[in-house]
C-alpha cells in the first residue's frame, strides 16, 4: 500500500486515528494483501476483519523483472525445489491463518523452467486445499506458458495452462471491451474463475478507474464474469475530497450500485456490533471512557453496517452514517466501542424513517432471542429497531422493536409492521449523567422463519393532539406534515438466544504468566517495563472469547490511595505485549488484568478476570 502506509503492521495496533482501514466487507469476497515483497503475509488484523465478515484473505507471492528471474531460477530449477516452495507457503498460510496466494510471476524465463513452474502452481495448489478447506490460489496474468512476459489482458491459450492448475486468473488491467466475453467463453464452466482487473489508479484501465470504475465495472456485471479491483487505497493514498471517510463511502457506493451486496450477516448467534471501524479517538465500554488515547486497531472492527451511499442523490430528510466519536466534540455521543451509527436532519411529524443496517441469512430457531441496544437521542427523537424475517411457508413478516410504542402506532407507515414489540430500559452501569440509554427486549422467534434484514427505525414522539379526519390514512395527528430536527446515534446491537447465559470462567481458571520481562531506568523517578503477558485456562475447557482487554493498575505503599487503571490495549489472542510501560518508582507492585469478551458483546467483571502481579525490578511474578 503506497510503499508503506504500514499502521497496520503492529498486530495490536497504534495510535493514529486517521489509519487506513475498509469497513465495505459486504460488497468482496476475497481480499488479497498486496506489495512487492518476494512473500507477503497479510498482516493478522486484516485477517481477522475479513474473517469476522465471510471474506477470505490471499497473500502474495511475487517475482519481478531480473532479480525477479534470478530467483525462479533457484526456485524452479528442479520438480523437487519448486514442490519444497510450495510446501512452504502452504504452511505459512495455514499456521497464520489465511486463504491462499495471489501468485504474480512478472519476470521473462527460460523456457526450461516452465514444467517447475507449472509444477509449483499445481502442489500449491493441492497444498493448499489440503491444509485449508476453501483456500484459494489465484495466477496472475503476467509470464505465459511460453516464458514470455506479455500481459493477456484476458484468458488466452497462452495463460490457460496455469488457470487450469490453480483456482482463478487474475486478468491484467490494460483489457478491451470485448476481452471479458472471450475470458467467459475460453473458461467455459469456470467464467466466474477469471477476474478481470480494474486498476483504481485508472492506468491504461478500461472506463478510467478512479471515480469512474463503475464503468467497467457495469460491463463486467453484464458479461457476467468476476473482477478484481487493485488498489482501491486510491481514494486514501490521494486524499480524495473532503475527507477519507466520505471519499470512501462514495466510491464503494459505486461499486454497490454495479455489483451489488456479496456478503450476508448475521448468519448465527450470538450476533454484536458496535460499529467500530478499527479507529477512533477514544475508547468507551458499557458508556464508560476507559482510554481518551486516539487508536487504530482494525482486529477491533465489529460487524459492519451495510449503509447505502446516497450523498450523490436527491437528499433525503435525514442522513445516516458511522460517527467516530471524539473525546472533544462527542464525549457523550458513545456507549461502546469507536463510534456509532447517527441519524440526523430533519422529520416530517408522520413519517417514520427506516434504514437497513445488516442483510441477514440466519435461520432461527423455536424459542426466544433477547436483543439489546443502546441509544443517544434528543428529546423529541425515538429510535427503535426492526427485523424482517422471511419464510417460505408463511411469507415475510416484520416486527417492530422499541420502547415507545406509541410513537410508532399513529405514523403513516405503521401498517408495514406485522407485530410491535416493547423494548424496556435496562438500570444504567455508568455514571448517572451518560446520556446513553440501554434496552433490552424478547423477541419470539419460529424455526420456519430466517432473519433476513436488521433496521433502523427513527421518528418523532407523539404530540398527544388527534386529527381524528386523517385517521383513514393511518396519518393521525395533527400538524402531521410538520418537519422537526432528528437527532439520535444507535452504538451499539446485541442478540442472542434466551437460553445462553454467559457465565465466564472465575480467575482461578486461569493460568497467567509473564515473559520477556525487562525493566529499564528511565529518569530519576521512573522506570520502563517491557514484557509479554499471556494465560490460557488450566481447565479442560476451551477458550472462545471474541477478545480481551487488558489493562494495568499501579499499586503503592499507600493503602489509602486509589491504584491508577490505565487500558493498555486489545489482544485477539492469548497474549499481550507491553512495550516500555512507565512505572514510577513509588509504584511497589503492577497488576495486570485480562477482561474476557463475549461474542454478544458482554465483558467478564473486572474484579472477577484472570490477573498477574509483577513486583518491578527483582522480576519475580505471582500467578494468580
Not at 455489483?259 to 456490533?273: D, M, R
Not at 507492585?589 to 490477573?611: A, T, W, Y
Request: hydrophobic share 35%; glycine share 8%.
Amino acid at each position: 500500500m503506497q510503499g508503506g502506509y504500514r499502521d497496520d503492521a503492529a498486530p495490536q495496533g497504534g495510535a493514529n486515528p486517521d489509519a487506513y482501514a475498509l469497513w465495505h466487507w459486504h460488497l468482496m469476497d476475497v481480499f488479497v494483501y498486496f506489495s512487492h515483497y518476494l512473500v507477503t503475509l497479510p498482516p493478522p488484523c486484516w485477517t481477522n476483519a475479513a474473517h469476522l465478515h465471510g471474506v477470505k484473505v490471499l497473500g502474495t507471492f511475487i517475482t519481478e523483472w531480473e532479480k525477479g528471474a534470478e530467483i525462479c531460477r533457484e526456485m524452479f530449477a528442479t520438480k523437487d525445489s519448486a514442490q519444497m516452495y510450495a510446501e512452504r507457503l502452504a504452511e505459512l498460510a495455514a499456521a497464520l491463518g489465511f486463504d491462499g496466494w495471489l501468485i504474480n510471476i512478472e519476470a521473462k524465463l527460460d523456457h526450461q523452467f516452465i514444467d517447475n513452474l507449472k509444477e509449483f502452481v499445481n502442489h500449491l495448489t493441492k497444498r493448499m486445499h489440503a491444509a485449508v478447506p476453501g483456500s484459494l490460489v489465484i495466477w496472475y496474468d503476467a509470464v505465459t506458458v511460453n516464458g514470455n512476459l506479455s500481459w493477456q489482458n484476458k484468458l488466452s491459450k497462452y495463460n490457460k495452462p496455469f488457470f487450469d492448475l490453480c483456482d482463478g486468473l487474475f486478468v491484467n488491467y490494460t483489457w478491451k471491451e470485448k476481452y471479458p466475453q472471450d475470458s467467459a467463453a475460453a473458461a467455459g464452466d469456470r467464467k466466474y474463475d477469471v477476474y478481470m482487473g480494474i486498476d483504481v489508479f485508472g492506468r491504461k484501465t478500461y472506463g478510467g478507474g478512479q471515480w469512474n470504475t463503475n464503468v467497467a465495472l457495469d460491463l463486467l456485471k453484464k458479461d457476467d464474469i468476476s473482477t478484481a479491483i487493485f488498489a482501491p487505497g486510491w481514494i486514501y493514498e490521494t486524499n480524495q475530497l473532503p475527507d477519507f471517510q466520505s471519499a470512501q463511502n462514495r466510491w464503494w457506493g459505486l461499486v454497490e450500485n454495479s455489483w451489488g451486496v456479496l456478503q450476508s450477516y448475521p448468519k448465527e448467534l450470538p450476533f454484536y456490533s458496535d460499529f467500530n471501524q478499527g479507529h477512533g479517538y477514544q475508547v468507551c465500554y458499557g458508556g464508560l471512557q476507559v482510554s481518551s488515547d486516539p487508536w487504530n486497531n482494525i482486529s477491533c472492527q465489529s460487524f459492519q453496517p451495510m449503509l447505502k451511499y446516497t450523498g450523490d442523490e436527491v437528499q433525503t430528510p435525514v442522513q445516516t452514517s458511522i460517527k467516530l466519536t471524539t473525546s472533544e466534540t462527542f464525549k457523550d455521543e458513545q456507549f461502546s466501542g469507536g463510534g456509532s451509527v447517527t441519524v440526523k436532519g430533519s422529520l416530517e411529524q408522520n413519517v417514520i424513517f427506516s434504514e437497513q443496517l445488516f442483510n441477514g441469512g440466519l435461520y432461527m430457531e423455536d424459542g426466544s432471542v433477547l436483543l439489546f441496544y443502546s441509544v443517544n437521542a434528543d428529546a423529541n427523537c425515538v429510535v427503535g429497531l426492526s427485523l424482517d424475517l422471511s419464510s417460505r411457508n408463511k411469507g415475510n413478516t416484520s416486527i417492530l422493536i422499541a420502547n415507545d410504542i406509541a410513537a410508532f402506532h399513529r405514523k403513516k407507515q405503521n401498517g408495514m409492521y406485522s407485530s410491535y414489540v416493547q423494548s424496556d430500559k435496562v438500570a444504567p452501569q455508568g455514571p448517572d449523567n451518560q446520556n446513553w440509554v440501554l434496552y433490552q427486549a424478547t423477541v419470539q422467534s419460529s424455526a420456519s422463519y430466517t432473519l433476513t434484514g436488521i433496521n433502523i427505525v427513527c421518528t418523532l414522539k407523539t404530540t398527544g393532539e388527534v386529527n381524528t379526519e386523517s385517521e383513514e390514512d393511518g396519518s393521525s395527528e395533527a400538524n402531521g406534515n410538520r418537519s422537526l430536527p432528528y437527532h439520535a446515534s444507535l452504538c451499539h446491537v446485541s442478540i442472542r438466544n434466551s437460553n445462553d447465559d454467559k457465565l465466564f470462567p472465575p480467575a482461578k481458571s486461569w493460568m497467567t504468566e509473564g515473559w520477556y520481562i525487562s525493566w529499564s531506568k528511565n529518569s530519576n523517578t521512573s522506570k520502563l517495563l517491557s514484557l509479554k503477558v499471556s494465560w490460557k485456562l488450566n481447565t479442560s475447557r476451551q477458550a472462545s472469547f471474541m477478545k480481551y482487554n487488558v489493562y494495568v493498575e499501579k499499586l503503592t505503599v499507600d493503602s489509602n490511595a486509589k491504584a491508577s487503571r490505565n487500558f493498555l490495549g486489545v489482544a485477539s489472542v492469548e497474549a499481550f505485549y507491553v512495550s516500555n510501560l512507565q512505572i514510577p518508582d513509588e509504584v511497589t507492585s503492577l497488576k495486570f488484568i485480562i477482561q474476557p469478551c463475549g461474542h454478544d458483546g458482554s465483558r467478564q467483571e473486572l474484579e472477577e478476570c484472570p490477573k498477574l502481579f509483577l513486583v518491578p525490578v527483582d522480576h519475580s511474578v505471582t500467578l494468580i
